[in-house]
């Protein structure tokens, strides 16, 4: 730090000077004194840019509320025990819908059995902006694509996160989202929407593997047999292999590096979440399907 620890006067300079030489030496003075005020000013501005605000502190075990720009809010779940960087899973809701409301979809008591982080964002308004649909979110042409972004990135922050192992699922609208994010990002091992269609442009995927779960008996999003078809395309995978038990129907076809696209149709479901409705496949199932593929 610079410090200024004499004053100057006429008098000073006068008593061994005549006027001339002391207004001179006044003026060498004065210059002094106003670079030391520049060097202060400018190292002040300097400091000021390069200050950075605090780091957040780590989220410990247990369930937090995350406040995002713009007032959004993000619960997140961090499991009892972490034996090193976890998996993360995005689940969202439905439309409408909130982060609450997907607490309920039946990946929260899984979290301190299987060890992963579970976030649930809030959508705009309870929608999200997948393109076509839903809502003020897409009314308004909302950059959710950014604002979740923004919410893996905030979370593995703040948590100690596999990037191999970030996973987004999510019902109706959010299912929709979550194909979305899987078409223009490359964030996500494995993506798994819940009776939703591709509502945005997605001819070149990120490679990722895919299930997708959905009633044949849904009215409100009927069941679109070719949402997954980028990734099989992309991704240079064999023909299905199909399979049933029940009225469960699945189609499962291998792709590149042990990658896996998987559609599971169920045989009277409709617009429902499956384990909700007793339909013989659960959250547990996903996570399983997760836990299986991560990144390659």
Same mark, same amino acid.
């Given at each position: 730090m610079i410090r200024l620890t004499r004053t100057f006067s006429v008098s000073d300079c006068c008593v061994h000077a005549d006027a001339g030489e002391c207004s001179s030496v006044m003026r060498a003075n004065l210059r002094a004194v106003a670079a030391a005020l520049m060097i202060l000013l400018f190292g002040g501005l300097l400091a000021?840019? /390069?200050?950075h605000a605090p780091a957040e502190p %780590?989220?410990? *075990?247990g369930i937090h509320a995350v406040a995002m720009k713009g007032g959004r809010l993000v619960t997140v779940h961090v499991p009892a025990h972490l034996a090193g960087p976890a998996p993360l899973v995005l689940v969202l809701h439905e439309f409408p819908g909130s982060g609450a409301l997907a607490m309920g979809y039946g990946f929260d008591p899984l979290v301190d059995a299987d060890g992963f982080v579970a976030a649930y964002p809030d959508g705009l308004d309870g929608s999200w902006n997948a393109g076509g649909c839903c809502g003020d979110a897409a009314d308004n042409d909302t950059n959710d694509v950014a604002f979740l972004? /923004? &919410? &893996? @990135?905030r979370v593995? *922050? $703040?948590? @100690?996160?596999? %990037? @191999? $192992? &970030?996973? &987004?699922?999510g019902f109706s609208n959010g299912a929709m989202m979550a194909y979305r994010l899987g078409c223009e990002t490359d964030l996500f091992a494995a993506i798994a929407p819940i009776a939703g269609d591709v509502e945005s442009g997605c001819n070149h995927p990120a490679a990722a593997s895919v299930l997708h779960v959905h009633g044949l008996a849904d009215s409100t999003v009927a069941f679109d047999s070719g949402s997954e078809a980028p990734w099989r395309k992309s991704d240079n995978c064999d023909p299905p292999n199909v399979t049933q038990s029940g009225g469960v129907h699945r189609s499962i076809a291998a792709c590149a590096h042990g990658r896996t696209v998987e559609v599971v149709t169920i045989d009277g479901m409709d617009h429902e979440i499956p384990w909700v409705a007793a339909k013989g496949f659960g959250a547990p199932d996903i996570w399983a399907f997760f836990a299986t593929h991560p990144h390659r």
């Open positions: 000021g840019c /390069s200050a %780590p989220l410990k *075990a972004t /923004s &919410v &893996v @990135k593995e *922050a $703040r948590t @100690k996160i596999d %990037p @191999k $192992r &970030v996973y &987004v699922t």
